[in-house]
């Protein structure tokens, strides 16, 4: 039998990027052509040497048909004899516990300082479910940039304060202010002011 790595959370993105990119006969460049980024970017992402921004992976979910519980914190990617074995995420089944632990949450730290913890306990293909931290000067997307993914978008702030981007509409959030919106339409998150944001975030997609 072969060694079983353990992967790190961006090298896990990484893979689970590259065979369902592969899966679906699209190429490196091509991939990077349709979201408006480098191929470069993209190969750093695949092989785990660079952070994706929360942009870009919306971008990545939605060109492969994948919802990003899917993307980011699908269980079972392990190295394998130097290749990647990509063996699913699982839905909850019955008699599986429904409650996620404070300190067991699944957690990953995307570029222009973002942190998102699964607030489900297991995949669920249906929603993203995400305890968000916004670092101060962090944001969706470091350029300004808008992003838009299917789903509806429902968020509530915990504390700080969240500016965001719907349309052609900005607003300031405080703690205990809630946003809700299509999220088909262009829209930024960024911190705004002085302190990390908290921030609870759901998507729920349509099938």
């Known amino acids: 039998m072969p060694r079983r790595a353990a992967l790190r959370p961006g090298e896990v993105i990484g893979a689970r990027l590259r065979v369902e990119r592969e899966r679906r006969k699209i ?38 048909g994948l919802s990003l519980d899917d993307l980011l914190f699908g269980d079972g990617a392990q190295a394998v004899g130097g290749q990647i074995e990509w063996h699913g995420a699982r839905v909850r089944e019955r008699g599986q516990p429904p409650v996620q632990r404070a300190g067991s949450r699944k957690v990953i730290d995307l570029d222009s300082g973002v942190r998102w913890e699964r607030l489900t306990a297991t995949h669920d293909p249906d929603v993203d479910f995400l305890y968000c931290t916004y670092d101060v000067g962090g944001a969706s997307s470091k350029n300004g940039t808008l992003m838009r993914h299917p789903g509806k978008e429902y968020g509530l702030v915990i504390s700080g304060r969240l500016e965001a981007v719907a349309g052609f509409d900005r ?9 809700s919106f299509d999220s088909t339409t262009p829209h930024r998150y960024a911190n705004a002011g002085d302190e990390s944001v908290h921030f609870v975030a759901c998507v729920v997609y349509r099938r």
Do not use: C, H, W
């Open 171 to 179: 607003y300031q959030l405080g703690p205990g202010d809630s946003i």
């Open 27 to 64: 190429g490196l460049r091509e991939l990077a052509r349709r979201l408006g980024v480098t191929a470069s970017l993209i190969s750093q992402i695949e092989t785990g040497k660079s952070k994706p921004s929360v942009s870009t992976l919306y971008g990545i979910a939605s060109e492969l």
